[in-house]
Nanobody
């Protein structure tokens, strides 16, 4: 599975962005997908995850109520809709696949990673 993350950019606080994670490979629809982010000088942290069917989703407390994860398995794509963005959301965002949903918050549980997309939120 190869992952391609896109949709990042520069946005003012309170604005919105939608990230996409496009995948190649037929196994994508059978795996959980997670989004992580890493800000300069900080460790990579869990943001959100979705089960293979899309029926179960999870969010970090810091983004709950502002971010929404979804997937379209026919298009082999997972989305992260980010609303009410804050300067502290600034980071490189990565999508990951190949892990178990039960280990969704653990970055080491994922096998495949996208290249990352930069999100910058100005105050």
């Amino acid at each position: 599975v190869q992952l391609q993350a896109s949709g990042g950019g520069l946005v003012q606080a309170g604005g919105s962005l939608r990230l996409s994670c496009a995948a190649s490979g037929r196994t994508f629809s059978s795996t959980a997908v997670g989004w992580f982010r890493q800000a300069p000088g900080k460790e990579r942290e869990f943001v959100s995850a979705i089960s293979y069917s899309g029926g179960t989703r999870d969010y970090a407390d810091s983004v709950k109520g502002r971010f929404t994860i979804s997937r379209d398995n026919e298009k082999n794509t997972v989305y992260l809709q980010m609303n009410s963005l804050k300067p502290e959301d600034t980071a490189v965002y990565y999508c990951a696949a190949g892990g178990s949903y039960s280990s969704r918050t653990n970055s080491r549980a994922y096998i495949y990673w996208g290249q990352g997309t930069q999100v910058t939120v100005s105050s």
